[in-house]
Antibody, heavy 123, light 112 residues
Framework: QMQLQESGPGLVKPSETLSLTCTVS??????????WGWIRQPPGKGLEWIGS???????YYNLSLKSRVTISVDTSKNQFSLKLSSVTAADTAVYFC???????????????WGRGTLVTVSS | QSALTQPASVSGSPGQSITISCTGT?????????VSWYQQHPGKAPKLMIY???KRPSGISNRFSGSKSGNTASLTISGLQAEDEADYYC????????????FGGGTKLTVL
């Protein structure tokens, strides 16, 4: 049974870079059926897609965050990572990693999620 | 691109049915059948309830159903139960040269 687990600092200072890693266990990140994504949720607010990565390294980003976001994949460690630069208090949120299912004829849904990790931006 | 539009809240009594709408545009919801719905209880990760507009993952009750008309997708929950009280989010693929994902703003379901 595949599982996802987020890890990284829970507190980041303003203007610094937020870095999180998602470890995939119980299966391989090298699957043609999946993209891997990051989604965040500010306290009391809705979900926001940050971006997704394919095991080959191809990336796709939310246009509103694109200038500050880098998502990468490390197939040797079965992990993918998020870096968000120049953070402000508005970036305080629970960050989820998730598996994005795709098929030849459709898909495009998040069928497996990590538990999420709260990242607070504060000095 | 703006989030998909959902009502902020809906409510119903046990046993009743409710419907949550999700309105997008002809560039997202209206252009394909790649709409999904997620249930989120407080402090928990979202859970997939519906994918490709109307399909249910294994283990999801048939009380949950999805549909779409034009640029609006809908989630219907029949036979409301107390445990259905949660936040619900719709989600759409947006694809042109590259792909993006849009979420709705979320709907709080209260079971009276």
């Amino acid at each position: 049974q595949m599982q996802l687990q987020e890890s990284g600092p829970g507190l980041v200072k303003p203007s610094e870079t937020l870095s999180l890693t998602c470890t995939v266990s119980g299966g391989s990140i090298r699957s043609s059926s999946y993209y891997w994504g990051w989604i965040r949720q500010p306290p009391g607010k809705g979900l926001e897609w940050i971006g997704s990565v394919y095991y080959s390294g191809s990336t796709y980003y939310n246009l509103s965050l694109k200038s500050r976001v880098t998502i990468s994949v490390d197939t040797s460690k079965n992990q993918f990572s998020l870096k968000l630069s120049s953070v402000t208090a508005a970036d305080t949120a629970v960050y989820f990693c998730a598996r994005l299912m795709t098929t030849v004829v459709g898909g495009w849904y998040f069928d497996l999620w990590g538990r999420g990790t709260l990242v607070t931006v504060s000095s | 691109q703006s989030a998909l539009t959902q009502p902020a809240s809906v409510s119903g009594s046990p046993g009743q049915s409710i419907t949550i709408s999700c309105t997008g545009t002809s560039s997202d919801v209206g252009s394909h059948n790649l709409v999904s719905w997620y249930q989120q209880h407080p402090g928990k990760a979202p859970k997939l309830m519906i994918y490709e507009v109307s399909k249910r993952p294994s283990g999801i009750s048939n009380r949950f159903s999805g549909s779409k008309s034009g640029n609006t997708a809908s989630l219907t929950i029949s036979g409301l139960q107390a445990e259905d009280e949660a936040d619900y989010y719709c989600c759409s693929y947006v694809g042109t040269i590259t792909f993006r994902v849009l979420f709705g703003g979320g709907t709080k379901l209260t079971v009276l």
